[in-house]
């Protein structure tokens, strides 16, 4: 076993030992290249990042890329170039890595949710177009839990309607929908590299885009740059500081380099997951839609079945941290979250989305869990799914 996980729990009197949800996959390769850079003269807009922002450029097939201090500041930006602002509505769901989503108030426009397909969790194209207004400007769409949403048909409604069309990739990285890589589909692609995403260097992101004058605004609005430093005016538009550190960006350069590596090494934990919920009944299994041709989970999340509250998906959480086992709930919906409450969305709006996300459940997922340490989580899993009273045993 990685020495990174040479105290993860086993059984359940190692309480002083604990499974992660989440542990980088970090290497030699990253250590070198964080060395090097420390030993550099640059820490800010140093080499790094053009170098990795031409490689995630070329790995997903996109003509630019601008790495930036977070996903969500990529979509802040990106909103800002396509001129989204006060007055403007963006359609996306409430199911989803809400740091990206939370960029549209940031910007002064309001976000209108729709609610999602009830098996890839992805915002479903139909219930989109039923939100679209006048003030409608652009649809923002998630790849949830590295599951692509339906691309085709929400570009067809993106152009019917004259919108701008962006797109969430951070959960799936490597994933791939009708031979392309997640990431490819969007006027403007974000990915986040915080845990717990595959790839991972502690804090940063990626605005991709086919458009060069898209391209050029965001390297523009991104920050004050060296080369403007004599300069007295910045023109029209204020930059911000949001861009990502060498430091960063090295990291993520070494990650990049290694995420074939990375995505095999978690495919594998996937299987080992996959054989032991064989036995585990009321679980609904994970989903690929017909025009999937491969998804990289970011977590590894299961559904429970309708005799769980979602209480007793609470509960369930609370027994495995008592055994070491960290676990978590997907998300708590936006239109649950009491920002947007105060805009009027309440619970009852969104059925699907409150449906999967009642009892959506995530387990630890990362390249250090061991085929011992899976049997662990998911036996664990179903003792405390019987400690809740959920139903006759699960075995």
Not at 63 to 71: P, T
Request: net charge negative.
């Amino acid at each position: 076993m990685d020495t990174q996980t040479d105290t993860a729990a086993h059984t359940a009197d190692d309480l002083g030992d604990w499974i992660f949800l989440s542990d980088p996959d970090i290497t030699t390769d990253e250590l070198e290249a964080t060395v090097m850079t420390l030993r550099s003269n640059q820490l800010s807009a140093g080499p790094n990042v053009l170098a990795f922002e031409q490689a995630m450029a070329s790995y997903v097939g996109r003509q630019h890329a601008a790495a930036v201090g977070s996903g969500t500041l990529g979509l802040c930006l990106s909103l800002k170039v396509l001129g989204i602002g006060p007055g403007d509505e963006v359609i996306t769901a409430a199911y989803a890595w809400h740091q990206i989503a939370h960029a549209i108030s940031i910007v002064g426009a309001t976000p209108i949710l729709a609610d999602i397909d009830y098996w890839s969790g992805c915002i479903d194209p139909v219930k989109a177009a039923e939100k679209i207004t006048p003030r409608t400007k652009a649809i923002l769409a998630s790849n949830i839990n590295g599951h692509p949403a339906d691309w085709q048909a929400l570009r067809h409604l993106a152009d019917q309607h004259q919108l701008r069309l962006i797109e969430d990739s951070t959960e799936a990285i490597g994933s791939r929908y009708q031979g392309q890589l997640t990431g490819s589909f969007g006027d403007v692609a974000i990915f986040d590299f915080s845990q717990p995403s595959a790839l991972c260097c502690g804090q940063g992101g990626m605005v991709l885009t086919d458009d060069p004058t898209i391209a050029s605004e965001l390297g523009y609005l991104r920050e004050r740059r060296l080369s403007d430093r004599t300069s007295v005016s910045v023109g029209s538009r204020v930059p911000w500081q949001a861009s990502m550190s060498d430091l960063d960006a090295a990291i993520g350069l070494a990650q990049l380099r290694r995420i074939d590596e990375i995505l095999m090494k978690r495919k594998q934990v996937e299987a080992w997951y996959h054989k032991e919920m064989q036995s585990f009944e009321g679980i609904k299994p994970p989903y690929l839609a017909e025009h999937i041709d491969e998804v990289h989970w970011m977590l590894y999340m299961i559904h429970l079945g309708k005799r769980f509250t979602g209480s007793a998906r609470n509960q369930i959480i609370e027994d495995m941290d008592a055994n070491s086992v960290e676990s978590a709930i997907y998300c708590v919906p936006l239109h649950q979250q009491f920002y947007y409450q105060q805009a009027g969305w309440h619970r009852g709006l969104l059925p699907n989305t409150e449906r999967i996300a009642d009892r959506s459940l995530t387990l630890p997922f990362h390249t250090h869990l061991d085929e011992d340490e899976v049997k662990y989580i998911v036996k664990t899993l179903k003792d405390a799914s019987v400690n809740v009273g959920a139903g006759a045993a699960i075995y």
